[in-house]
């Protein structure tokens, strides 16, 4: 029996109709290919503000899905008029369809691929995303999911690509001077950690978004649960009052941690107070490169 594989030709009749829908894909002018002649460079340009889905590596190494704002850009030449903006939609979309879930190693990947579609030579990426991680609580064992804020930002020149991570983690903070002052009771607030992580390539591999909120977390008076029973409420009051900490011990505490850190090669810590008996918040701010 005569056999034809379907994939090496399609039949006559919908062989015809392929070539019948086929539209004619007229000339059209590539505007901004043309040179300029004001002959000043920019130093970025690009879009921002675009969601899009994605999937992010976890320390356990599951992907977790997520939604994510991406701001892509790039420098241009002095003698280019202008960019190329759908490129940096299909490079998403590339990304998607790869299934490749999102780490800083990966990132510095995106940014090679970006440059090089683009033809330029510099290039910028940050991308926001809220980032889950499932909690136990300390007493009852219930476990919930609370959510951080993140931020894989990362630059490419001549080649050579470098990243950071940025986690806002919020926690309680209790005041030590309230306290010490007050015949019983001290006020207490949430408080917003952020720390923003600079890492090298090294043996020791890159530091994980969830290691960079564990460490904030235990040097806060107390961390914050997506669910408390009266059990769990009780200890975390109690921990926060035996654990006083001012704004400034904050900062300085998880200085001190990110100092001993051996993966992270510079950081930016900050810690804001949302004050209970103020009507504003306190503020402190350590920047250091190792």
């Known amino acids: 029996m005569n056999q034809r594989d379907p994939n090496l030709a399609l039949p006559h009749a919908a ?24 002959h000043i460079a920019i130093d970025r340009v690009g879009i921002r503000g675009i969601r899009h889905p994605l999937l992010v590596k ?58 090089a579609k683009l033809g330029v030579d510099e290039g910028h990426i940050a991308v926001s995303f809220p980032y889950f991680i499932e909690k136990t609580a300390p ?40 306290k010490e002052i007050s015949a019983y009771g001290a006020h207490n607030q949430r408080s917003h950690i952020t720390i923003t992580a600079e890492t090298a390539d090294s043996n020791q591999g890159s530091i994980t978004v969830d290691e960079i909120i564990h460490l904030a977390e235990a040097e806060a008076s107390s961390e914050l649960y997506g669910i408390l029973k009266r059990v769990d409420e009780k200890y975390v009051t109690e921990r926060a009052y035996d654990n006083p900490k001012f704004v400034e011990d904050l900062v300085r505490d998880i200085a001190a941690a990110l100092n001993r ?24 701010l350590i920047s250091r490169t190792k």
Do not use: W
């Open 15 to 38: 062989a015809a109709l392929v070539m019948q829908d086929a539209p004619d894909v007229p000339d059209v002018p590539d505007v901004q290919s043309r040179a300029d002649e004001r």
């Open 58 to 115: 976890s320390a356990d190494g599951i992907a977790q899905h997520t939604v994510a704002t991406f701001s892509m850009t790039v420098k241009l030449r002095e003698d280019a008029k202008g960019t190329h903006m759908s490129r940096f939609i299909e490079l998403l979309e590339a990304e998607r369809a790869s299934a490749i879930a999102l780490d800083t190693y990966e990132l510095k990947a995106l940014l090679k691929r970006m440059v």
């Open 261 to 284: 850190e051996p993966r992270i090669t510079g950081y930016t810590v900050e810690a804001e107070n949302f004050e209970s008996i103020h009507n504003h918040t306190a503020y402190a």
């Open 139 to 178: 007493v009852s064992q219930v476990k919930s999911l609370l959510d951080y804020e993140v931020t894989f930002a990362g630059e490419i020149k001549n080649g050579v690509a470098s990243v950071s991570t940025k986690v806002l983690a919020p926690v309680t903070s209790l005041c030590p001077c309230s």
